[in-house]
């Protein structure tokens, strides 16, 4: 079955980027729009953007100056940069994916991996 | 930006109830919009897609409905394992936003 897997780095300094990749395994990259979701420590999720395996994206607006979402699909793989990152970019951080004929719904998601932006 | 909004914040219920949540929107969003439940130290999970449609696996005491700006996810009979956190979540203009959430609580 498919499944995706966040890794990178668990601490960043702040003013710093913000690093992620989602690995996708058993399907192919192509045909679906891939996503990043953050959900602060106690909080709601946020959607931060998508990226469809053409290289087409969409950033909510409020990260929008700060953030990149690319894609390597030789690799099944697609990646999230957050620049400037602050403590309030602390998060758990997910990849997901958005399924076209479910009206992009998040049908499959990463387990999350916690970022904490902290010198 | 198309704002939802859930209620109630908190849900306080006994097994066996019924549980009704709501999620409106700040615009029609059509029937792009989804349902997810997410426990503690877990990804969501998604449940309902298309406002009504249950996803692959899910009981069928979960049940969506509305369009446009109003949506009601209903849980008929609460079983242990639905005491959760709920979001629900829309796709317009090629974004997407939650809504806050409601946690449903064993009473």
């Known amino acids: 079955q498919v499944q995706l897997q966040e890794s990178g780095p668990g601490l960043v300094k702040p003013s710093e980027t913000l690093s992620l990749t989602c690995t996708v395994s058993?399907?192919?990259?192509?045909?679906?729009?891939w996503t990043w979701i953050r959900q602060p420590p106690g909080k709601g999720l946020e959607w931060i953007g998508y990226?469809?395996?053409?290289?087409?994206?969409n950033y909510n607006p409020s990260l929008k100056s700060r953030v990149t979402i690319s894609v390597d699909t030789s690799k099944n793989q697609f990646s999230l940069k957050l620049r400037s990152a602050t403590a309030a970019d602390t998060a758990v951080y997910y990849c997901?994916?958005?399924?076209?004929?479910?009206?992009?719904?998040?049908?499959?998601w990463g387990q999350g991996t916690m970022v904490t932006v902290s010198s | 930006e198309t704002v939802l909004t859930q209620s109630p914040a908190t849900l306080s219920l006994s097994p066996g109830e019924r549980a009704t949540l709501s999620c409106r929107a700040s615009q029609s969003v059509s029937s792009y919009l989804a349902w997810y439940q997410q426990k503690p130290g877990q990804a969501p999970r998604l449940l309902i897609y298309d406002a009504s449609t249950r996803a692959t696996g899910i009981p069928a005491r979960f049940s969506g409905s509305g369009s446009g700006t109003d949506f009601t996810l209903t849980i008929s009979s609460l079983e242990p394992e639905d005491f959760a956190v709920y979001y629900c979540?829309?796709?317009?203009?090629?974004?997407?936003?939650f809504g806050q959430g409601t946690k449903v609580e064993i009473k």
């Open positions: 058993g399907d192919s990259i192509t045909d679906y729009y």
């Open positions: 990226i469809y395996y053409s290289g087409s994206t």
């Open positions: 979540q829309q796709w317009s203009n090629w974004r997407g936003t």
């Open positions: 997901a994916r958005a399924r076209p004929a479910m009206s992009y719904a998040f049908d499959i």
